[in-house]
């Protein structure tokens, strides 16, 4: 049974996932036309992007007045480095969605005074990362943990290395903080594949602690989508 301000959805298969998740969001722009979206990258949202890309261009739904928060970024990269997330997140959200207004991750300060100028973030969609990363919030990571810079584990580094081929993975990066994550006022987690079994296992029903961060997600209001083979 999950604990009281945890919904857990199962969906057949990653495009079922998909769809339930771009219905989930939908419904979030149409409630409140300004929201404020922290947005993961990573291959597991993309499906859902492309799916909100869709109905965008159809005319189903405006988020022409959203604001796009950045979730993370590798240190030391330009803007046309294959490996920006920043050019990630333009590519496959901003650009195809129609997003009005962002706010990018380069300065820890001045993105934590931009999170409070919003009024704080309305909705997080996030990955989960197999040691349980949230963003590039490694383990230890608790729920106090500010947004700053931090070197990436060798389990977020091999994780990453299936993104960029024959380019080396950036050892270092920013991160929105736990701090951030925590305070948005709905967070969505998407999980899929068997491989990620386990750490949601962790996230859901094992102890809530700073070794596995996504576990600490129990305390905001969550809703997790997951396909089965993350599940059974």
Known sequence: MMQAGVTLDIQPDSQALALQAADFIAAQVRAKPTLSILVAT??????????????AARGEVDFSRVTAVQLDEYLGLSDHDPRSLWGWMERAFIAPLGIGKTVRLTDPAAFEADIAALGGIDL??????????????????????????????????????????????????ITAGMNVILSARAVLLLVNGAHKRDILRRTLEGPET???PSSLLRRAPLTVIADEAAWT
Do not use: C, K, Q
């Open 42 to 55: 990573g291959n597991t949202p993309m499906p859902t992007y492309t799916e909100l890309g869709r109905r």
């Open 124 to 173: 997080a969609i996030l990955g989960l990362g197999p040691n349980g990363h949230l963003g590039f919030n490694e383990p230890p990571s608790p729920p106090t943990a500010p947004t700053r810079v931090l070197a990436l584990t060798p389990a977020s580094l091999e994780s990453n290395r299936a993104y960029w081929g024959e380019l080396s993975v950036p050892t270092h990066a």
């Open 210 to 212: 700073p070794d596995v």
